[in-house]
């Protein structure tokens, strides 16, 4: 058997559409061949890797709407597709009222890298270790999708299907994110565990959201994601609703820390075991519950 060590890029046509509804049509007329493109930091290393071998790529991110980062005092924020993550660390709207997304993004590899990497190719890439899904899933984000018949928007809770796998149908080109308002008084945090600081995926990713809600027996509403423990990014739905009936004390949050490490699904595989990854998640989300518990307090 040989090894190519120096492995590079196969041949394929680059395709800059000038209209949304030009993009779609293309990618519609060539399923399985065609596929659309922002950043490149994922999908050029898999052609790389030869794991997927489109014809066309699609550069999706000079088309209408897929620059804008927007904040609406009475709607949210609205992150087109095409910003780049050092764009929504920069942003004072982001540090304003999302300090969790932007810190979700300075979590991901190198300055270098985001310059290029988006939220939306992240969250598009469907990886069960995208670090910045998790911030979108706790603030309930929905996708703008463009599709060949026109608009549609799709909870992003409802998005992922499994590794790689997506609602995504051919022609479907997803042109923002949006996050509604943060709910009143919430602090989160997000906790990465990788190999290493700098440029690793997660072993393990707890991201945690609270906010005082007064129409709950405890008082409070936590949210909790967990990267890298799943098929895809996890909600640990049976933690938040434990919390969200107890009295929060350290004991409470341990067992909410537990229910989340029972809610997980991990592989072992060439980065951390199985075992190891859930008893992660029970150590940070105890963590990460407690860091948010106390910013409430
Ligand atoms: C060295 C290195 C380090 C990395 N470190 C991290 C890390 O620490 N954390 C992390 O989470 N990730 C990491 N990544 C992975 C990658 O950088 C991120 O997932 C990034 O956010 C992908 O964004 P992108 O814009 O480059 O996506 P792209 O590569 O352009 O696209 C990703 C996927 O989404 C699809 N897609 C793109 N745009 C659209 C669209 N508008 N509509 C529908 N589908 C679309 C593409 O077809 C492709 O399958 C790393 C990658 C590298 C190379």
């Not at 997927?52 to 992150?79: S, W, Y």
């Not at 997506?166 to 190999?195: E, F, Q, S």
């Amino acid at each position: 058997m040989t090894i190519n060590t120096h492995p590079t890029l196969p041949e394929f046509e680059y395709v800059r559409p000038e209209t949304l509804a030009e993009a779609s049509e293309f990618l519609t007329r060539y399923p399985g061949e065609a596929r659309p493109f922002l950043g490149g930091t994922d999908i050029f290393v898999r052609m790389r890797d030869g794991l997927i071998t489109p014809n066309f790529l699609v550069d999706v991110k000079k088309l209408d709407g897929t620059n804008d980062l927007r904040f609406e005092p009475q709607a949210g924020l609205t992150l087109g597709a095409a910003v780049n993550m050092n764009r929504v660390i920069a942003s004072r709207e982001v540090q304003a009222h999302y300090p969790l997304l932007a810190e979700a993004c300075r979590s991901v590899a190198s300055y270098q890298l985001r310059t290029r990497a988006t939220v939306v190719g992240n969250i598009c890439n469907a990886s069960p270790a995208g670090d910045t899904i998790g911030a979108c899933l706790v603030f309930n984000g929905v996708l703008h999708i463009h599709e060949v018949n026109g608009l549609r928007q799709e909870p992003l809770a409802e998005f992922f299907l499994g590794p790689g796998k997506t609602t995504l149908k051919p022609g479907d080109i997803v042109t923002a994110i949006h996050l509604p308002l943060p709910p009143k008084g919430c602090a989160g945090v997000y906790l990465k565990l990788g190999r290493n600081k700098l440029s690793d995926l997660s072993l393990v990713g707890v991201t945690a959201l609270g906010h005082p809600d007064p129409s709950l027996p405890s008082g409070y509403r936590f949210r909790l994601a967990l990267a890298s423990v799943a098929p895809v990014p996890l909600v640990p739905t049976q933690a938040e609703t434990y919390l969200a009936n107890q009295p929060i004390t350290p004991e409470t949050i341990r067992e909410a820390a537990h229910l989340a490490a029972e809610a997980c699904a991990p592989i072992d595989d060439l980065r951390g075991s199985a075992r190891y990854r859930k008893e992660m998640v029970r150590n940070l989300s105890a963590k990460a519950l407690s860091e948010v518990w106390e910013k409430l307090k």
